[in-house]
């Protein structure tokens, strides 16, 4: 029987500490973080992503973060591909690699093995596509996708628009549903052993203040300076992808005021840590910790630590 590596995951809502806590764990038990995060692939976009610092990693290893740039296209095929040579790297280092993130898809797909076949692409229907949603919007595509795939369209928000034109693209194509596609290629087992520990709180309320105290700092930070950097560089339509970018824009081009483009980057954060919570929350492999019931971050990092030894006894029974 193959070995299979081990791989501890922590996930979580953003500013949920999921950082800090991989990197403590990382100490204790002579390990590298493995970045999931969409956003923080890129370079040049480091306070907007919440992006560790140099001091806030603390000379631990870290992967997967700053390898491309804001121009250029990043599938989560590409993550994965990246994540695994990182990971086979660590472990042949006899170090333990801890995934750490809060995108759902690049975990997930990391972590169930997802085979990514080539499926063809066509960029004539893509714009076709892009240029249906600017004229009738996100929903009208969102529908469209759900009268193909269903099941697909039932995990994707509907401004995910990106993804829904790929999703509409390949069926168009293939005549398959992606999620058919997705079926398919869980067909391998997953070469990790995974112990998966989840960050949230039993107060909702104390999450939001997080993530707001988390926005208010970014601005004081330097954030509105980093997007003028990356409008200089001509990156503005990557940033606005994001959430913490897109916001300002109309700021700094002479609208409204920086309170109001500030509430709407706590209102869309908040909004999209309930849908990470939506998307982790599908996965019982997860062993959740409510952050905000213990007195300090020492008391949460025992807990947690104690949670992966369990797991990794029971793995090896």
């Not at 306070?47 to 296209?73: M, N, R, Y």
Request: aromatic fraction near 8%; include cysteine; hydrophobic fraction near 35%.
């Amino acid at each position: 029987m193959e070995r299979k590596i081990p791989l501890l995951c922590v996930v979580g809502p953003t500013a949920s500490g999921k950082t800090k806590l991989a990197i403590e764990l990382a100490k204790r038990y002579d390990g590298e973080v493995v970045s999931a995060d969409s956003m923080q692939v890129y370079r040049h976009m480091d306070i907007g992503t919440a992006k560790p610092t140099p001091a806030e990693k603390e000379g631990i290893p870290h992967h997967c973060l700053d390898f491309v740039e804001p121009g250029e296209s990043f599938s989560v095929a590409e993550y994965v591909e990246h994540a695994r040579a990182a990971i086979r790297q660590i472990d042949g280092r006899g170090k333990l690699p801890i995934l750490a993130g809060g995108t759902g898809l690049y975990v997930s797909s990391l972590v169930d093995n997802i085979a990514f076949t080539p499926t063809p692409s066509s960029e004539a229907v893509r714009m076709e596509l892009q240029q249906l949603a600017g004229e009738r919007g996100n929903q009208y595509l969102w529908e469209m996708l759900r009268e193909i795939d269903p099941a697909l369209a039932d995990k994707l928000h509907p401004n995910n628009q990106g993804r829904i034109i790929r999703a509409i693209e390949i069926y168009r194509l293939t005549g398959i549903p992606m999620s058919e596609h997705q079926r398919l290629s869980r067909a391998e087992p997953s070469p990790y052993r995974v112990c998966m520990l989840g960050l949230n709180f039993a107060d909702r309320r104390t999450l939001y203040a997080r993530i707001d105290r988390r926005v208010d700092q970014m601005v004081q930070s330097g954030l509105l300076e980093e997007i003028r950097a990356l409008q200089r560089m001509g990156y503005s339509k990557t940033s606005m992808q994001a959430i913490g970018y897109k916001e300002f824009f109309s700021y700094l081009d002479g609208n409204g005021t920086l309170e109001e483009a500030v509430e709407r980057v706590k209102q869309e954060t908040r909004r999209y840590a309930k849908r990470q919570l939506t998307w982790f929350r599908r996965d019982d492999r997860i062993r959740w910790l409510n952050v905000d019931e213990y007195d300090g971050f020492a008391p949460l990092l025992d807990a947690a630590a104690q949670r992966y030894e369990q797991e990794k006894g029971e793995a090896v029974l």
